[in-house]
Nanobody, 116 residues
Framework: QVQLVESGGGTVQPGESLRLSCAAS????????MAWHRQGPGKQHEFVAG???????TYLNSVKGRFTISRDSDKNALILQMNNLKPEDTAVYYC??????????WGPGTQVTVSS
Protein backbone atom coordinates (compact mmCIF):
# COMPACT_ATOMS: atom_id res chain seq x y z
CA GLN A 1 0.00 0.00 0.00
CA VAL A 2 1.27 3.47 -0.81
CA GLN A 3 2.59 5.72 1.97
CA LEU A 4 1.85 9.45 1.77
CA VAL A 5 3.34 12.45 3.57
CA GLU A 6 2.12 16.02 3.11
CA SER A 7 4.25 19.16 3.42
CA GLY A 8 4.08 22.84 2.56
CA GLY A 9 1.53 24.08 5.05
CA GLY A 10 1.95 27.25 7.03
CA THR A 11 0.41 30.56 8.07
CA VAL A 12 -0.30 33.16 5.40
CA GLN A 13 -2.37 36.31 5.00
CA PRO A 14 -5.54 36.46 2.90
CA GLY A 15 -4.73 36.72 -0.80
CA GLU A 16 -1.40 34.92 -0.50
CA SER A 17 -0.44 31.54 -1.93
CA LEU A 18 0.82 28.18 -0.70
CA ARG A 19 1.98 25.06 -2.51
CA LEU A 20 1.26 21.76 -0.81
CA SER A 21 3.11 18.60 -1.73
CA CYS A 22 2.21 14.99 -0.98
CA ALA A 23 5.20 12.68 -1.36
CA ALA A 24 4.37 9.08 -2.24
CA SER A 25 6.37 5.92 -1.60
CA UNK A 26 5.53 2.32 -2.34
CA UNK A 27 3.92 3.15 -5.68
CA UNK A 28 4.16 5.82 -8.35
CA UNK A 29 1.61 8.62 -8.46
CA UNK A 30 0.68 7.93 -12.07
CA UNK A 31 -0.73 4.56 -10.93
CA UNK A 32 -3.00 6.13 -8.31
CA UNK A 33 -6.34 7.86 -8.04
CA MET A 34 -5.42 10.78 -5.81
CA ALA A 35 -7.10 13.65 -4.02
CA TRP A 36 -6.74 16.46 -1.51
CA HIS A 37 -9.17 16.82 1.37
CA ARG A 38 -9.37 19.16 4.34
CA GLN A 39 -10.95 19.56 7.75
CA GLY A 40 -11.33 23.01 9.20
CA PRO A 41 -11.92 23.86 12.87
CA GLY A 42 -15.42 22.78 13.81
CA LYS A 43 -16.12 21.63 10.27
CA GLN A 44 -16.63 18.31 8.60
CA HIS A 45 -13.98 16.63 6.50
CA GLU A 46 -14.44 17.67 2.86
CA PHE A 47 -13.09 16.82 -0.57
CA VAL A 48 -11.06 19.65 -2.11
CA ALA A 49 -9.65 18.38 -5.42
CA GLY A 50 -9.02 15.06 -7.13
CA UNK A 51 -7.38 13.55 -10.17
CA UNK A 52 -7.93 10.21 -11.88
CA UNK A 53 -5.19 8.16 -13.49
CA UNK A 54 -6.42 9.46 -16.84
CA UNK A 55 -5.93 13.05 -15.74
CA UNK A 56 -9.54 14.10 -15.11
CA UNK A 57 -9.69 16.84 -12.47
CA THR A 58 -12.45 17.65 -9.99
CA TYR A 59 -12.66 20.59 -7.58
CA LEU A 60 -14.78 21.74 -4.67
CA ASN A 61 -16.82 24.66 -5.99
CA SER A 62 -15.42 27.12 -3.49
CA VAL A 63 -11.82 26.54 -4.65
CA LYS A 64 -12.38 26.49 -8.41
CA GLY A 65 -10.21 29.08 -10.13
CA ARG A 66 -7.98 29.41 -7.06
CA PHE A 67 -6.58 25.90 -6.46
CA THR A 68 -4.84 23.63 -8.96
CA ILE A 69 -4.13 19.93 -8.43
CA SER A 70 -1.34 18.25 -10.37
CA ARG A 71 1.14 15.38 -10.29
CA ASP A 72 4.91 15.83 -10.19
CA SER A 73 6.25 12.61 -11.66
CA ASP A 74 9.87 13.62 -11.13
CA LYS A 75 9.29 13.92 -7.38
CA ASN A 76 6.59 11.24 -7.26
CA ALA A 77 4.28 13.69 -5.54
CA LEU A 78 0.79 15.16 -5.69
CA ILE A 79 0.72 18.96 -5.68
CA LEU A 80 -1.94 21.46 -4.63
CA GLN A 81 -1.21 25.02 -5.68
CA MET A 82 -3.42 27.33 -3.65
CA ASN A 83 -3.74 30.97 -4.71
CA ASN A 84 -5.79 33.84 -3.33
CA LEU A 85 -6.22 32.05 -0.02
CA LYS A 86 -9.15 33.01 2.20
CA PRO A 87 -9.66 32.62 5.96
CA GLU A 88 -12.24 29.92 5.24
CA ASP A 89 -9.49 27.83 3.64
CA THR A 90 -7.95 27.37 7.09
CA ALA A 91 -7.82 23.62 7.73
CA VAL A 92 -5.65 20.56 8.03
CA TYR A 93 -5.08 19.34 4.48
CA TYR A 94 -4.74 15.64 3.75
CA CYS A 95 -3.90 13.75 0.59
CA UNK A 96 -5.23 10.33 -0.32
CA UNK A 97 -4.27 7.78 -2.90
CA UNK A 98 -5.45 4.38 -4.04
CA UNK A 99 -5.25 1.96 -6.91
CA UNK A 100 -8.57 1.20 -8.66
CA UNK A 101 -10.61 -1.09 -6.44
CA UNK A 102 -8.28 -0.58 -3.51
CA UNK A 103 -8.60 1.24 -0.20
CA UNK A 104 -7.43 4.81 0.29
CA UNK A 105 -4.14 5.52 1.98
CA TRP A 106 -3.92 8.82 3.86
CA GLY A 107 -1.14 11.11 4.92
CA PRO A 108 -0.93 12.62 8.43
CA GLY A 109 -1.95 16.08 7.16
CA THR A 110 -0.45 19.56 7.04
CA GLN A 111 -1.91 22.66 8.70
CA VAL A 112 -2.86 25.67 6.59
CA THR A 113 -3.84 28.85 8.43
CA VAL A 114 -5.04 31.96 6.62
CA SER A 115 -5.23 34.94 8.92
CA SER A 116 -4.57 38.66 8.89
Amino acid sequence: QVQLVESGGGTVQPGESLRLSCAASGDIVSNLIMAWHRQGPGKQHEFVAGTTRGGSLTYLNSVKGRFTISRDSDKNALILQMNNLKPEDTAVYYCSGRVPGGDDSWGPGTQVTVSS
